[in-house]
């Protein structure tokens, strides 16, 4: 977008080419953190949320940072280069391959089989390559087997975490409705690490400016 284009290079002009700080930009979480509250309604403060060259280092990250070698990481099939970051984590890919029928989304009854194993959960929705997305239904029991399963661990084994990629969430038309984990429940906020950023919404691919948010003892460690 042209006003984008401009701010880059006033930005440049101005001499802010320098390194940021580690999580980003002040301004620029306070930013986000506004902009999420007023489209979603999440209130995340800006030491919740990470800033990185685009989504991709991000999900990285939280790999590296969640998971230990050999730990599973459960995801549906299709799906985009899950296999590939757990090949880079050393994690076992646990994949459940979804239907037409649920328009390609998982279900929780499909994910349950794996959960008492897994330590991450990844999910994106709208989903990349599909384009389709989780009904309200859908993403509420997929919470409620997360925190269930939670639950069970307490005290005995780490945590059961959710990585909900939600880059495309803005470009939903008509009649469909983007979900996610806490606004539908929120006791998920302490499981659920989130990745966003400007390259679909903001038609600005090439920008490289992706946003995660979620528990802070994470999101300090994933910096």
Request: aromatic share 10%; net charge negative.
């Given at each position: 977008?042209?006003?984008?284009?401009?701010?880059?290079?006033?930005?440049y002009?101005?001499?802010q080419?320098?390194?940021?700080?580690?999580?980003?930009?002040?301004?620029?979480?306070?930013?986000?953190?506004?902009?999420?509250?007023?489209?979603?309604?999440?209130?995340?403060?800006?030491?919740?949320?990470?800033?990185?060259?685009?989504?991709?280092?991000?999900?990285?990250?939280?790999?590296?940072?969640?998971?230990?070698?050999?730990?599973?990481?459960?995801?549906?099939?299709?799906?985009?280069?899950?296999?590939?970051?757990?090949?880079?984590?050393?994690?076992?890919?646990?994949?459940?391959e979804?239907s037409?029928e649920?328009?390609?989304?998982?279900?929780?009854?499909?994910?349950?089989?794996?959960?008492?194993?897994?330590?991450?959960?990844?999910?994106?929705?709208?989903?990349?390559p599909?384009?389709?997305?989780?009904?309200?239904?859908?993403?509420?029991?997929?919470?409620?087997?997360?925190?269930?399963?939670?639950?069970?661990?307490?005290?005995?084994?780490?945590?059961?975490y959710?990585?909900?990629?939600?880059?495309?969430?803005?470009?939903?038309?008509?009649?469909?409705?983007?979900?996610?984990?806490?606004?539908?429940?929120?006791?998920?906020?302490?499981?659920?690490?989130?990745i966003?950023?400007?390259?679909?919404?903001?038609?600005?691919?090439?920008v490289?400016?992706?946003?995660?948010?979620?528990?802070?003892?994470?999101?300090d460690?994933?910096?």
């Amino acid at each position: 977008p042209q006003e984008l284009a401009k701010e880059i290079v006033a930005a440049y002009y101005n001499k802010q080419t320098n390194y940021p700080a580690a999580n980003g930009i002040l301004e620029l979480r306070k930013a986000v953190s506004t902009f999420m509250n007023k489209t979603e309604g999440l209130n995340y403060s800006p030491d919740e949320i990470l800033i990185s060259a685009g989504a991709r280092p991000l999900i990285y990250a939280v790999y590296t940072t969640l998971l230990d070698a050999g730990d599973t990481v459960l995801f549906p099939l299709p799906s985009w280069n899950n296999n590939h970051y757990c090949h880079m984590a050393g994690a076992k890919p646990v994949m459940v391959e979804t239907s037409p029928e649920n328009f390609f989304m998982p279900s929780a009854d499909e994910l349950a089989p794996h959960i008492k194993d897994a330590s991450l959960v990844s999910l994106c929705s709208p989903l990349n390559p599909t384009g389709t997305v989780f009904t309200r239904h859908q993403l509420e029991s997929i919470c409620d087997l997360v925190l269930e399963e939670n639950r069970r661990r307490e005290g005995t084994r780490k945590p059961l975490y959710v990585m909900y990629d939600q880059i495309y969430w803005m470009l939903t038309f008509g009649e469909t409705r983007h979900y996610n984990p806490v606004s539908l429940r929120p006791e998920m906020k302490e499981y659920t690490i989130f990745i966003d950023g400007i390259s679909k919404s903001l038609a600005a691919t090439g920008v490289r400016v992706g946003w995660s948010f979620g528990p802070t003892y994470v999101i300090d460690k994933m910096k």
